[in-house]
């Protein structure tokens, strides 16, 4: 806001800048404007109220390796193709101006590419009024009935402004009157049929809470910035003869002035430090029209210093500055008070920037190159200024805003730095050849809308009495009922003063004829003191009348104060309702936050909980599978218990047999090896005897019975020690039929053995019987062994029996036939013990079984026909070797 120079005043406490930390973050919009005729693809999507959505262009993407990109940016509020001006009025610029007659400053600007829609925003399309019209319309809508006389607000030139008194407001008035031949009331006038459809105040809106014991006034500038040099378009250039013509070509203005180029102006700041364009035109207009006319003025000279200076408009700033002064009444309600410092000023800045293009849309050659960079890096200035600043709010820096690198942030710094409400409406055209500059706009709108700026305060109420202005109007209208009550002419107060004048008595003829004349000074005397009589009725009439006014004054006084009671008691309601309500929102603060504190809270829980329950669930599940793992161990070791068990029993049970069986083939063994031997001492008995008497007799096969040996058995050897002689006599072959003995020990054991011999008749004997020998002539001995293999085998050796010289008998051993039983067990036995090996049972095998060797010497003795079984401690023997 923009104050004036504090005085001392004691009505009112001096007007510090209020504090405020509240802050509203700038407000960004967006509008899309239709696609072209010539334009075919359209890249831009509208996908909500605030969003919008960028897909490259086709050719984009293939230069992209073909990577399709879509982008979304939201804002405070997307306007769609189909957006009105009066839509896009209502959301975006119609705060501003309400805030603007609440003494509020704002600043309103329009950002995008050349084409995108930026003027059409601002400024409007014939029939189609955009947002600078339409705040006009809006201000004047409102304001009107209380607009103050021209020249009573007049700008001083520090960007201050005045009250000036009546009279010199009036000599104002009356000069401007002779100077230009405007008629005297303003609303008859035509309005300019160029820009007539862009103005419809039959669309405007009314502010409320227009302050009726105010008078206002509006103020309007134009300038251009072009490549950092400001211009003001309303500057009024005189013809200038001394002055060289620009290119020496001059175009002739509306008033018949040559063309003159436009001085720059500079940038000041006053003594509130705001910055303000020094010696910029301001012009006080009084209605929509009038405004706009000196707008469009504005937009004429642009167009014309453009071409004439060969310059792209596209690459300049205009700032069009509507300024509202406003200042309270007096105390009568009558006049504005003669107070600078109650005088507001509140200003709304509407700016439709260059297009921010990277490059110049036309051909930049030259010059205009050099002024393209530099347009650029008044745009470059702005978005660094956006950009530190939203650095420094976010991250609490405090780095230099470089508004002074241009003239449009310079001038607008105090809207960042200060106080006001800021918006902006970026503009974008859907088509595809914008595509890319689209998206550093979008890029750039995105950030501003993260700046925040300080919320401008309410003004504070001035100290009269509200209701100034209406007493004001119902006191004259009381008043000129009254007088007209009377009869007296009405047609204002100097005429009825004359009136009156004129119903006095006309003074007779004053001039004394002589000495003599005693008739004319009574005749005089007597009009004076008609005259008299008169005035002295009039002076009564008046004190009467003086005296209704004062106590129609006094009644008027006690109402007022009645009312200024009933006003300030419901301010003091207002004051705690205020209270109650800011009590209120700090609790809802407090309790939102409260809430945000238990959200995140809750969230951190549930994060933890979810991992402990994914913990859980690992755990459990591991948990499961070993347990899985123990029954199925514990099984296998049952299985292999039994199985185990089933082994040794087997094993013992195979062993005891086996024992049983070699303890017998040992024992037959021994009797055999005993009976071999007997035999032998036998034969060696007979042999002996034999030949004793053979000394006597000639050697012959003998019959004699008598001359047996003693004891003789005929137990076939392997090898017989005494071979036979042949040829041998033989008992009798012709004798029809052989008989046998049929020797067979009692040791031996019966196997079931399926292949017996078979021999009828045979002489069947347990022992070696001379006896039986004698009988027969034919012997069989059924022998039983170990053999190499462990299993008993049967042998029958079979011999014939001669008659010995001594009259013994002898066997001669002529056939060995041999009988074996094979047990599959030993073979099974065999490969189990393989199968068993340390490899496949584990520590189980390590009490009996433990290693290869053991077994071996365990399988060596029983080989070697050991009656120890596996069941005997054979650990740790020294291997046997088979004898
Ligand atoms: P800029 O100022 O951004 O360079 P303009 O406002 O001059 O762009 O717009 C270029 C053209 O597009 C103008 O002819 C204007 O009438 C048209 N245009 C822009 N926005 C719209 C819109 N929302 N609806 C219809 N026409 C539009
Ligand atoms: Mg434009």
């Known amino acids: 806001m923009i104050r004036q120079a504090k005085g001392k005043t ?282 706009f006319e000196v707008f469009w003025r504005g937009q004429k000279k642009r167009r014309i210093a453009n071409t004439q200076l060969n310059r792209e408009s596209s690459r300049s700033h205009s700032v069009f500055i509507i300024k509202l002064a406003q200042a309270p009444l007096d105390a009568d309600g009558d006049n504005v008070l003669q107070d600078k410092n109650q005088v507001n000023v509140s200003q709304l800045c509407l700016v439709d920037l260059a297009g921010s293009e990277r490059t110049s849309r036309t051909r930049a050659e030259g010059s205009r190159l050099r002024e393209a960079g530099n347009i650029n890096q008044s745009l470059m200035t702005l978005r660094t200024c956006i950009e530190v600043l939203r650095e420094n709010q976010m991250c609490g820096t405090n780095k230099m805003v470089p508004y002074r690198d241009s003239k449009v942030t310079h001038l607008f710094k105090n809207y960042f730095d200060g106080e006001g409400k800021v918006r902006m409406v970026v503009c974008v055209n859907p088509k595809a050849d914008d595509y890319e500059e689209t998206l550093l706009v979008m890029r750039f709108a995105e950030m501003t809308q993260e700046v925040e700026v300080a919320r401008p305060v309410d003004r504070p109420i001035c100290g009269f009495a509200a209701g100034r202005r209406q007493r004001n109007q119902v006191f004259k209208e009381e008043l000129t009922r009254r007088l007209e009550e009377r009869g007296g002419p009405v047609n204002g107060e100097s005429t009825t003063l004359s009136q009156l004048l004129l119903s006095f008595p006309s003074l007779p003829p004053c001039e004394i004829g002589g000495p003599n004349d005693d008739i004319t000074l009574p005749r005089l005397i007597e009009a004076l003191e008609k005259r008299h009589k008169i005035r002295q009725m009039m002076v009564d009439e008046y004190n009467k009348t003086a005296n209704m006014l004062k106590s129609m004054l006094q009644e008027q006084d006690g109402n007022l104060v009645a009312k200024e009671n009933f006003i300030s008691e419901q301010h003091g309601r207002l004051g705690e309702k205020d209270k109650m309500i800011q009590n209120q929102k700090n609790e809802i603060d407090r309790l939102e936050k409260k809430s945000k504190m238990l959200e995140y809270k809750i969230d951190i829980l549930q994060k933890t909980s979810n991992i402990h329950e994914e913990d859980k669930r690992t755990l459990q599940h591991e948990l499961e599978s070993r347990e899985q793992r123990l029954q199925r161990e ?89 071979p036979p002689v042949r040829p041998l006599h033989r008992r009798s072959h012709s004798a029809g039929g052989e008989r046998w003995v049929d020797h067979k020990p009692t040791t031996n054991v019966d196997l079931d053995t399926l292949m017996q011999p078979n021999l009828p008749n045979a002489i069947k004997v347990t022992a070696a019987s001379e006896k039986a020998l004698s009988k027969c002539d034919k012997y069989v001995l059924t022998h039983q062994e170990v053999a190499s293999d462990g299993e008993i085998q049967t042998k029958l050796i079979k011999g014939e029996v001669f008659k010995t010289r001594g009259g ?9 036939e041999t009988l074996k039983q094979e047990s599959p067990v030993s073979a099974s036995r065999k490969r189990r013990s393989s199968e068993s090996g340390p490899s496949h049972e584990g520590e189980r095998m390590d009490g009996d079984w433990t290693d290869v060797e053991t077994r071996c010497s365990v399988a060596v003795e029983m080989r070697a026909g050991s009656n120890l079984g596996p069941g005997y401690q054979h650990h740790g023997y020294p291997k046997r070797k088979k004898p």
């Not at 610029?93 to 805030?99: G, H, I, N, S």
């Not at 405007?204 to 072009?226: K, L, M, Q, T």
């Not at 013994?808 to 060995?816: A, E």
Request: net charge neutral; aromatic share 8%; charged share 30%.
């Open 10 to 291: 004691p009505r009112r406490p001096p007007l510090k800048k209020p504090s405020n930390n509240q802050k509203d973050p700038v407000g960004v919009y967006c509008r899309v404007r239709p696609l072209g005729t010539e334009d075919e693809e359209c890249c831009i999507e509208v996908i909500s109220k605030t969003t919008i959505q960028l897909h490259a262009p086709d050719g984009l993407k293939a230069n992209r390796n073909g990577e399709f990109k879509e982008t979304q940016y939201s804002f405070k509020k997307v306007f769609g193709i189909k957006t009105t001006q009066r839509e896009l009025y209502e959301d975006v610029a119609k705060p501003l101006v309400e805030d603007l007659i609440h003494c509020k400053n704002g600043l309103l600007f329009t950002y995008g590419v050349t084409g995108s829609g930026k003027t059409h925003t601002m400024t409007g399309s014939p029939g189609q009024g955009g947002l600078l019209p339409r705040s006009l319309d809006m201000i004047f809508n409102s304001i009107s009935p209380y607009q103050a006389k021209r020249y009573v607000f007049k700008p001083d030139d520090k960007n201050g402004m005045e009250v000036q008194n009546q009279v010199d407001a009036l000599l104002d008035r009356q000069k401007r009157d002779s100077q230009t031949n405007v008629p005297k009331t303003p609303t008859t006038r035509r309005i300019d049929p160029e820009f007539a459809d862009m103005i419809s105040p039959e669309e405007a809106f009314r502010a409320d809470g227009v302050d009726e014991d105010s008078s206002y006034s509006v103020f309007v500038s134009y300038i251009e910035i072009y490549n950092n040099y400001i211009y003001d378009l309303l500057e009024e250039t005189p013809f200038d003869p001394i002055k060289p013509k620009w290119n020496g070509v001059g175009t002739p203005l509306r008033n018949n002035t040559e063309f003159i180029p436009p001085q720059s102006k500079l940038l000041r700041e006053d003594q509130n430090h705001n910055m303000y364009v020094a010696g910029c035109t301001e012009v006080e207009v009084k209605s929509t029209e009038e405004a």
């Open 634 to 722: 514990l099984s296998d070791k049952r299985r292999m218990e039994s199985r185990m068990q089933g082994i040794v029993c087997d094993t013992k049970l195979k062993w005891e047999k086996e024992c049983e069986r070699r303890v017998n083939a040992k024992q037959l063994e021994m009797q055999n090896k005993l009976w071999v031997k007997d035999e032998k001492l036998k034969q060696l008995k007979a042999i002996v005897t034999e030949g004793k008497s053979e000394n006597r007799q000639p050697q012959r096969p003998s019959r004699e019975k008598d001359k047996v040996p003693p004891k003789r058995s005929a137990s076939p050897t392997p090898v017989p020690t005494v």
């Open 808 to 816: 013994g008998q002898s066997v001669q051993f002529t056939d060995i």
